[in-house]
């Protein structure tokens, strides 16, 4: 067990007990070909508060990564501890996997109830028997990712659009409260609206205190929301560290067959033709928030000169 300073969306200062996970020498393949590893040797650990991206090519075990990470899956070698606990060894399992959320890929093909509030309740009815608190944490969640209870709680979650029906799904893994979210492209297959709801759901999870971690073949997206990037290549972890010094290092994205975000050629563009310095710029808020300083800027200096 490690102590970490967690910073709330209230600003005061929380010091408690914070989980991790460790990932030690992990070898793992799947029994249909178990001769072919899909990760071998992976080491890394995941501590309470951070917002990770995992990325990597396709095929390079990133979601078989999550899988390891939240018990769904166990390694061949290799261990896995949670808050300094061994995963096969923890003696109730399941307290621990309530801490760790993961959402698969479109988990909206996983809703079958007949209204978004049963689908929400029903992994929480399995560990609460009181109805109104059931109801009160429903709500809650519906909220946290935008869904009036008012407005989509009765309602059929086959009748809500793509954007709705996905952060149904995320409302099915908040109202756990789960310590840690695990998401396998959380993005995939949305519109722009609807991914934009999904990013500020992640990003306002974030900010509670919470740990994030992330797959995704969308690098803009990875590069506005994440501190810390994982890169998987070659069955095992390839970089760990932070992401201005991967983007701005054009042969090692290139070794590992990633192109950079848009964003990032963007703003290497501009430095390169305007001589403004925008590098380690990742929204286009941010961006234009800077050339509108900097061009009010020369606007000032432009009116000193000529009044000489």
Not at 80 to 103: H, P, Q, Y
Request: charged share 25%; with cysteine; proline share 3%.
């Amino acid at each position: 067990m490690i102590i970490q300073l967690i910073i709330p969306l209230s600003g005061a200062v929380d010091i408690r007990n914070a989980m991790q996970i460790d990932l030690k020498d992990i070898h793992f393949a799947y029994p249909v070909s178990s001769d072919v590893p899909v990760l071998s040797g992976l080491s890394c650990t995941i501590d309470q508060g951070e917002l990770i991206g995992v990325i990597g090519k396709t095929g390079s075990g990133k979601s078989t990564f999550l899988q390891l990470c939240t018990g769904f899956l166990f390694p061949d070698s290799g261990e896995i501890r949670v808050d300094n606990t061994a995963m096969r060894k923890a003696k109730d399992w399941s307290a621990v996997r309530r801490k760790l959320g993961i959402v698969f890929q479109f988990p909206e093909k996983q809703l079958f109830e007949e209204s978004v509030f049963a689908d929400v309740a029903f992994g929480i009815s399995r560990y609460i028997n009181g109805k109104e608190e059931i109801k009160k944490r429903v709500h809650a969640a519906l909220e946290e990712v935008g869904l009036s209870p008012e407005e989509f709680a009765e309602r059929s979650p086959h009748h809500l659009s793509s954007g709705e029906q996905r952060r149904a799904a995320l409302a099915g893994i908040i109202v756990l409260e789960p310590e840690m979210l695990f998401l396998d492209e959380p993005t995939i297959g949305l519109d722009q609206k609807g991914a934009s709801e999904v990013e500020s759901i992640i990003t306002r999870f974030h900010r509670s205190g919470k740990t994030v971690c992330v797959v995704s073949h969308n690098l803009d997206f990875i590069v506005r929301i994440a501190g810390r990037i994982i890169v998987i290549a070659d069955k095992t972890v390839k970089f760990d560290g932070e992401k201005k010094r991967l983007f701005s290092d054009n042969g090692l994205l290139h070794s590992f067959g990633l192109e950079k975000p848009e964003i990032v050629t963007l703003c290497e563009a501009i430095y390169e033709q305007q001589k403004i310095k925008v590098q380690g710029i990742y929204t286009i808020g941010e961006l234009i928030a800077t050339l509108t300083r900097e061009m009010n800027s020369q606007r000032v200096l432009g009116a000193y000169e000529s009044s000489e």
